[in-house]
């Protein structure tokens, strides 16, 4: 069985930046104001995710890395939000399969703290008191430990790193109101560190620099009729003279980090048609769906999303990103 639930886990966390992800989700859902995530050895070694979240209760830790913990889920009414939100209920569990896991948390209102590390699913030993300020810190060490192939090709790539700062740098622009930073172990200084501010503009200032900030439109869209509004955008997009070769799409759905290869491709026909001697885009956007209205299951590793009315939606955006950058370049 351990061998099975060993794949199963290699398949939901392939990789450290996927570690990574599933940890500062856990640690937004919780409700942080301040989220730190500490590298080394590209993720292979160890992932450090520290929050000041409301913490996990005493009474949780125990079921805590099990898998599909259903009461886990009883604050969610319903399957499709569940779905729709992207809780599987298995991000932790699968950690501790193909990692060595350790939580420190303390809730509001307790005088000290607890640490329990998990191995398999199950904790490896009662939790035991400790220190703690707020918030909850996980540590996942030797990653793929039993998966000698994983590790190697990963070593091999050593590009994880990287993965992990262009990850926290999407968080950063999008939870504004939340200070990131994510760090090398070792380094002096931090690869993203963003104060919580109020203004969009400046967190992306503050992650992406002024060439990208300094060169960018306000977009915004939604639904024709208000009375039934079901569809709301807003965000970035790059002018006429920003310059790079590779497109930047940083894209929420719904608050959550998605994949939209469609649209992506949309919007860079809209650009090569419009601006024909401009370069790729960098594209910050958020849209606002009914829950219903998004797949994000087209395959449980992969951030995919499929939307329905896929092709309107896609149309309504191109037209507002097409007429934005015909008047900014008049
Ligand atoms: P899911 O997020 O899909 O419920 P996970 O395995 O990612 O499943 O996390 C399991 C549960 O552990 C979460 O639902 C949450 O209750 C709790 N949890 C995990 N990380 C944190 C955190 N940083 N702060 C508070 N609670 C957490
Ligand atoms: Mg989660």
């Known amino acids: ?184 172990h070792g380094a002096a200084r931090a690869d993203v560190h963003s104060v919580a501010t109020a203004s969009r503009l400046d967190a992306i200032r503050s992650v992406y620099g002024l060439l990208v900030a300094r060169n960018l439109i306000k977009i915004e869209a939604s639904d024709d009729d208000p009375s039934s509004s079901v569809f709301k955008m807003d965000g970035f997009i790059s002018n006429a003279n920003y310059v790079a070769k590779k497109t930047t799409m940083v894209l929420f759905i719904n608050d959550r980090l998605v994949e939209c290869t469609a649209l992506k491709r949309a919007l860079e026909v809209v650009y090569a048609a419009t601006l024909p001697k401009a370069s790729k885009p960098f594209v910050y956007m958020s849209i606002i769906l009914p829950p219903e209205h998004v797949d994000v299951n087209v395959h449980p590793t992969k951030r995919e999303v499929s939307l329905l009315n896929q092709e309107v939606i896609i149309e309504k955006i191109q037209t507002v990103v097409e007429s934005m950058l015909r008047d900014s370049n008049k």
């Open 1 to 184: 069985e351990s061998v099975v639930n060993r794949i199963a886990a290699g398949e939901v966390i392939q990789r450290p930046v996927s570690a990574v992800k599933e940890l500062v989700e856990n640690s937004l859902d919780a409700s942080s104001t301040s989220i730190s995530v500490l590298v080394k050895d590209g993720g292979l070694k160890l992932i450090q995710v520290s929050d000041d979240g409301h913490g996990i209760r005493h009474e949780d830790l125990p079921i805590l890395c099990e898998r599909h913990t259903t009461s886990k889920l009883s604050k969610y009414e319903d399957l499709q939000s569940i779905k729709s939100m992207g809780f599987r209920g298995e991000a932790l569990a699968s950690m501790t399969y193909v990692g060595h896991v350790t939580v420190t948390t303390i809730t509001k209102g307790q005088l000290h703290g607890y640490r329990v590390s998990y191995r398999d699913g199950v904790m490896e030993h009662e939790p035991k008191a400790c220190a703690a300020v707020k918030g909850t810190q996980i540590m996942v060490e030797n990653l793929f430990y039993n998966m000698i192939a994983r590790r190697k090709t990963l070593q091999n790539s050593a590009d994880d790193y990287t993965k992990i700062v262009d990850l926290l740098s999407r968080f950063a622009i999008h939870h504004i109101d939340v200070s990131f930073s994510c760090r090398k």
